[in-house]
């Protein structure tokens, strides 16, 4: 089973945002969405959770129209985490969460369906906030809530636009370490749209790179992060280091002169290219 988008359009008024974007992510895969702002990344996201209309294309997963599917039926397959939303109206982390089961509850929320929503709220570290308004939370915190509430869902495909943008250091890991480990546990397919290629390489088996709404680099990190094609989409000089512990992208600004203390004691020793 698949995610399979083919030929997907999409344009607000006169300004296209995707043009016929084709894209196939495996089941159990995580893949980074990448690119410079308005290169289209949350649109085709929203496009998937069905936020959005495309002009043209189609979405399938496991052979199923994602876009033609009933809305229940789409949501027992695809959950989405948007960068930031409010509650409709004063809730608790716990309620809140429990609103991810919703496509699975019949009359009332069953035993069952409390496990799935405290398991989540666990994951994500907010057990002792899961009696608090979300009125009260900070924006990380509440970021952490959309989270939960998508693990709570139990999809088979997982959307997230930017999840990690208003969390500190430590819970930016530990959410990409919960999505990478749902991802390969339980065989969720996850996209995430997402600024830090440096994360998007360590977490990710997939990154596919944006750039003016089409797909310009596509396949693992050492694959996809070409310093070439990066220096072109972001503007400035890049560079690409390949080491033990993965792939490391940085600012080949940030590079030390040579003879400068911190530089590379041989040109050989880099396996960094820069583009010029």
Do not use: W
């Amino acid at each position: 089973m698949s995610l399979d988008i083919a030929s997907v359009r999409f344009a607000y008024r006169r300004n296209t945002v995707l043009q016929g974007v084709d894209l196939s992510v495996a089941e159990g895969g995580f893949c980074a969405l990448l690119g410079p702002n308005g290169s289209g990344k949350s649109t085709l996201t929203k496009i998937i959770a069905r936020v959005l209309k495309p002009a043209d294309g189609t979405v399938a997963f496991a052979g199923q129209d994602l876009l033609a599917a009933p809305r229940r039926d789409h949501a027992r397959v695809v959950a989405y985490v948007p960068q930031s939303g409010a509650a409709p109206f004063e809730q608790t982390v716990r309620e809140a969460v429990l609103l991810g089961r919703t496509p699975h509850i019949g009359l009332r929320p069953t035993r069952h369906d409390r496990e799935v929503v405290d398991d989540a709220v666990d994951r994500l570290g907010l057990t002792d906030l899961r009696d608090r308004p979300l009125s009260q939370l900070s924006g990380g915190q509440a970021q952490r809530v959309l989270i939960a509430r998508a693990l709570a869902q139990q999809p088979r495909v997982l959307l997230l636009d930017e999840p990690t943008s208003a969390l500190d250091l430590r819970y930016q890991i530990e959410t990409l370490q919960i999505v990478r480990s749902v991802t390969r546990e339980e065989g969720v397919t996850a996209l995430i749209a997402i600024h830090d290629l440096n994360h998007a390489a360590h977490f990710c088996d997939q990154i596919v790179l944006l750039d003016g709404g089409r797909i310009v680099a596509d396949g693992p990190p050492a694959e996809a992060y070409d310093p070439a094609v990066l220096s072109r989409v972001y503007g400035l000089d890049v560079l690409v280091n390949h080491g033990e512990n993965g792939v490391e992208v940085r600012p080949s600004a940030l590079e030390p002169a040579p003879g400068v203390i911190g530089a590379p004691a041989a040109a050989g020793a880099r396996t960094a290219v820069a583009a010029r």
